[in-house]
């Protein structure tokens, strides 16, 4: 049962360690003499250095820790990451929010972000601010244990948009990726989200899943997939929701793992590389995010800090010292796993980037 898989950190596994990985990244692939290098790809088509468009959307890990630890998990989550973001980290936020107001939008994860202690105090402060809240939440940490059986109510008084995980919509699927039973609890807590309005026309209440592939390779069509969704969801359990997104698997962590282990890893990176589409490079959610890590450190995407890899030098790179003009002029810190956001349609944590 995946729910009782120790991390990689649990494990003392090579891929835990955020060096190794990038040094797997950045080898050539034994058949190719090696793949070019993202930013020489960037650089073909004009875009590089890769700066920003302009940050509107704080993307906050307020810990590591999950009651899931799934099979292609970039983050390393599971029960026995005891990484959580501290009140006082927090409070850094709040005071860089406060600074900054074309930060427009703040997106929670995690781990499970509802594990964290202060997660509903942070939520109701993120709140009287006037932002709007964006909390990536895996379904089942609602059902997990009674103190959480209250979020789809405590979501809504605070309107919170909710995007959650649903590898797809059989059980067979989703349990292989995610853990035994996780399909029918995602479905009794979307029910439950429907229940006091999300997803439903005029609630105003947003429910967004996100569908990542379980195996080697890039996702269909976001469209015909999101179509697809509603419709089976729909009649097979009569859970509506807003959007699905459509997210690539990037090579970071468990992944990364699980292709190096299956022998997938030099055909996945040529999928990426082949498929790579300058429109989608283009649009990017490092180009209007910043991240930042448990700790309060400053990444250009969820990726890069899971791969330790900080903002620009001469950027700020702790929240401590918070300079929003500074970060929106820094270049973007690239390596081989973005071929995976700019491949086919693109991907972000927003689904497709572009409507290819």
Not at 158 to 176: I, K, M, N
Not at 289 to 317: H, I, R
């Amino acid at each position: 049962m995946a729910t009782q898989l120790k991390s990689l950190k649990a494990q003392h596994h090579l891929f835990a360690d955020p060096a190794y990985q990038l040094d797997v990244l950045q080898g050539p692939a034994v058949e190719e003499g090696g793949f070019p290098a993202f930013a020489s790809r960037l650089r073909e088509h004009g875009l590089f250095p890769l700066k920003p468009s302009g940050t509107t959307i704080l993307q906050i890990n307020v810990g590591k820790m999950c009651n899931q630890t799934c099979r292609h998990c970039h983050v390393d989550a599971g029960p026995d990451r005891k990484e959580i973001m501290t009140r006082e980290t927090m409070q850094l936020c709040l005071d860089a929010l406060a600074q900054a107001p074309q930060l427009t939008t703040v997106d929670l994860t995690g781990g499970a972000p509802e594990m964290n202690p202060d997660f509903r105090w942070f939520v109701e402060q993120l709140h009287q601010l006037g932002r709007h809240v964006i909390v990536r939440c895996n379904l089942t940490i609602i059902l997990a244990n009674k103190k959480y059986h209250d979020l789809p109510r405590f979501f809504q008084e605070h309107g919170v948009q909710v995007v959650s995980s649903l590898p797809y919509f059989s059980a067979s699927r989703t349990d292989a990726q995610r853990g035994d039973g996780v399909f029918e609890k995602s479905i009794w807590a979307l029910q439950l989200l429907n229940e006091v309005g999300y997803g439903k026309a005029g609630s105003g209440l947003q429910l967004d899943l996100v569908y990542n592939p379980s195996g080697a390779f890039l996702p269909a069509s976001q469209k015909s997939l999101e179509a697809e969704f509603k419709r089976r969801l729909l009649s097979g359990y009569g859970i509506e929701f807003n959007q699905l997104f459509c997210i690539t698997n990037l090579p970071v962590s468990r992944y990364l793992d699980y292709l190096v282990e299956s022998g997938n890893y030099s055909s996945y990176m040529e999928k990426l590389v082949n498929a790579f589409n300058p429109a989608a490079a283009a649009n990017v959610m490092c180009r209007n995010t910043v991240s930042v890590g448990w700790d309060g450190y400053l990444y250009d995407c969820d990726f890069n800090q899971m791969l330790e890899l900080k903002v620009q030098g001469s950027a700020p790179q702790h929240l401590r010292d918070f300079d929003l003009e500074q970060l929106d002029r820094r270049d973007i810190v690239l390596n081989q796993h973005c071929y995976g956001c700019t491949a086919g349609a693109g991907s972000s944590c927003g689904g497709e980037t572009t409507g290819a």
